[in-house]
């Protein structure tokens, strides 16, 4: 059973993480390149996933715990299962852009129950618990209903895969034509924070990783909205696919 203490237990660790990216020292910071195009890891999102990993595991232990950054090849599994990105935005993080977030996605048996993500920049505390409504700060939040023509649309590059790049572009052209404006903020996280919140009506990008969704992708909808693959598929939680988020329109994009 999921109780109020774990979900408290899991918010005070994202809170945690959130005063590690607050304090990061850049004179000892280093950063490092990963697999594909513009990818980096620094000391800081493995630090961040080590420390959630150890508190992550106290609060359920036998719980299988996914990370972006080494325990990216575990897999998720029947029981409990967290699904962490522990800086999303790392780009953002570098470069101190001060748009960055964590992710924890709990899941039971494959779908997702609990999710928290933190903006600690903004102070920002985005939750959702399955069945029971999301929350900015403790306050219940929703999804926007304005059409596509006044809606803001939010997409990522998928910068890791430049050869996804001409079909999402092509996508952005077309939906900016018909939309009020575009915004790229660089943290899937935090796209679907903002759709989940009503403040833009629709992200999409092209491939994304289970840790820069599986949280999101519960708030929105406990938010009132749908996410799914761009093809409206089900999104996958095992394996990257493509992320479509709205809010109420359900107008063809
Ligand atoms: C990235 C961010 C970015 C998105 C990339 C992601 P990372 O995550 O969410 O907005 O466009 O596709 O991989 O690498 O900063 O954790
Ligand atoms: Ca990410
Ligand atoms: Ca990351």
């Not at 289970?210 to 799914?228: K, N, R």
């Amino acid at each position: 059973m999921l109780t109020k203490t774990i979900t408290e237990e899991i918010n005070a660790a994202i809170r945690a993480a959130g005063d590690i990216i607050l304090n990061a020292d850049r004179t000892t910071e280093t950063v490092e390149s990963k697999e594909g195009h513009a990818n980096f890891v620094t000391s800081y999102d493995k630090a961040v996933q080590e420390m959630l990993k150890k508190r992550l595991l106290e609060i359920l232990p036998g719980a299988v715990f996914v990370g972006e950054e080494e325990d990216v090849h575990a897999q998720i599994k029947d029981g409990y299962s967290f699904i962490v990105d522990p800086i999303d935005g790392t780009t953002n993080f570098i470069r101190d852009m001060h748009c960055s977030t964590t992710s924890i996605g709990l899941l039971f048996n494959g779908e997702p129950v609990y999710a928290a993500i933190y903006n600690p920049y903004l102070g920002e505390l985005y939750t959702a618990k399955k069945g029971e409504g999301a929350f900015l700060n403790g306050q219940p939040i929703h999804v926007s209903d304005k059409p596509l023509s006044e809606s803001i649309i939010l997409f990522g590059t998928s910068p890791y895969y430049p050869d996804l790049a001409k079909k999402g572009f092509e996508l952005l052209i077309n939906l900016f034509s018909r939309a009020l404006d575009v915004r790229r903020f660089g943290s899937a996280a935090y796209d679907l924070c903002m759709v989940a919140a009503g403040r833009a009506e629709l992200f999409f990008e092209m491939q994304l990783s289970p840790w820069d969704y599986a949280a999101g992708s519960l708030i929105v909808s406990e938010a009132g909205g749908a996410v799914t693959q761009i093809d409206g598929t089900p999104l996958s939680f095992g394996h990257p696919c493509s992320v479509l988020a709205r809010g109420r329109t359900d107008e063809k994009i």
